[in-house]
């Protein structure tokens, strides 16, 4: 999924400067201050938990705008003309960075000469950053370690602070209880990969966005982009994969809700032709948040839903 992004970025130039000129065109045309109607700090967010963060520790003091909703992929993301809007007229806009949003780049760059655009991964600690694979760049799906997910946390909370002063003791309250919130989230997901016999803790999916949560949970994580090189899922590797399965004595692999679940289904019909019993263990939520309004619509309701999920269907 990032390999590819290089040829992307050049292809999908011309859009992006066609957006920018629209984007001088609107500049200033927003809420004048970046405030409600009601007096609340206006914040657009790219993916749903950075924005979760945002409502969590800004509370009735901000009103915050996701751009990316259920489901959607933010490798691919293209901001729309409405996205462009939610963007100008924020005062502030958070990101998750690390070439995450690989199509917005060119428009949060200028969106940055205008306002404050914060990338919630920018002050993480680079040692515990892993890299992409195939490519030079980091792996951009921190959110996975909730404990690494903290200092985005921190970076919201401190942003908040730095553009709406007045209100900072109500800024660190609100850090305060959902850090907390989030510590208890990091010790509950340990607790409930250690339910899986040491030899059953293996992750297999589609795609490559769970590294983070594998090094922070003691989880062997393989993904098919892992075992196959080749872009098209094919017969050799349902069967490299199954062997694996069969020898490591796993029972279950994982489907995504952001991904069909084909390529997963292929290798579940595989290992039962080879009379190796394999199961979807359940729906996994990667890069996009579930449903708003229901538990998996929080960032804390979502990793909480894979931990409980993995753990059921592996132990
Ligand atoms: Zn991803």
Redesign the pocket.
Known sequence: ?HTNKKRMRIRLMLPALLLMALLAGCSGSGSAQGTSEDGRVLVTATTGMIGDAAREIGGDLVEVTTLMGPGV???LFKASQGDIRKLDRAKIVFYGGLHLEGNMERILEKMAQQKTVVAVTENMPKDRLLGSEGSEEYD??VWFDVNLWKTAAESVRDTLIAEDPANEAAYREQGERYLRELEELDAYVRERMLEIPEKGRVLVTA???FGYFGQAYGVEVVGLQGISTAAEFGARDVSALRDYLVERGIQAVFVESSLPARSMEAIVAGAARQGHEVVIGGELF??AMGEPGTQEGTYLGMIRHNADTIAEALK
């Open positions: 999924m992929d933010p490798h951009p799906h795609h490559d966005a990667s890069d």
